[in-house]
Nanobody
Framework: QVQLVESGGGLVQAGGSLRLSCAAS????????MAWFRRTPGKAREFVAA??????????ADSDSVKGRFTISRDNAKNTVYLQLNSLKPEDTAVYYC?????????????????WGQGTQVTVSS
């Protein structure tokens, strides 16, 4: 059974940084895309970033909300995907979820993702 466990969330002041981790287990993920989404209360889940199985392709949300501040990476030897959050803003406050899916099952880098973690809370104070 596939399990995804996120960690690294917390409370940080505006301008600070966090690194989120998502450890996957239950199978080999070498050909899987891995991604991060986030959700704030009252809003729909939002795509943040994705990375191809080799790590050679990275994708970020279309808007300028995260570009240049967030960086996705992965370590296939550890079955772990990371999201480095820099220059955090109060509007980045959300529950961040990681997700994985086989590349063959995706319509595009935004989904649909097959497995989801339980989420980790990121709170940015002003």
């Amino acid at each position: 059974q596939v399990q995804l466990v996120e960690s690294g969330g917390g409370l940080v002041q505006a301008g600070g940084s966090l690194r989120l981790s998502c450890a996957a287990s239950g199978r080999t993920f070498g050909t899987y895309y891995m991604a991060w989404f986030r959700r704030t209360p009252g809003k729909a889940r939002e795509f943040v970033a994705a990375i191809s199985w080799s790590g050679g392709r990275t994708y970020y949300a279309d808007s300028d909300s995260v570009k240049g501040r967030f960086t996705i990476s992965r370590d296939n030897a550890k079955n772990t995907v990371y999201l480095q959050l820099n220059s955090l803003k109060p509007e980045d406050t959300a529950v961040y979820y990681c997700a994985v899916a086989p590349a063959a099952g995706l319509q595009n880098y935004k989904g649909p993702y097959l497995y989801w973690g339980q989420g980790t809370q990121v709170t940015v104070s002003s």
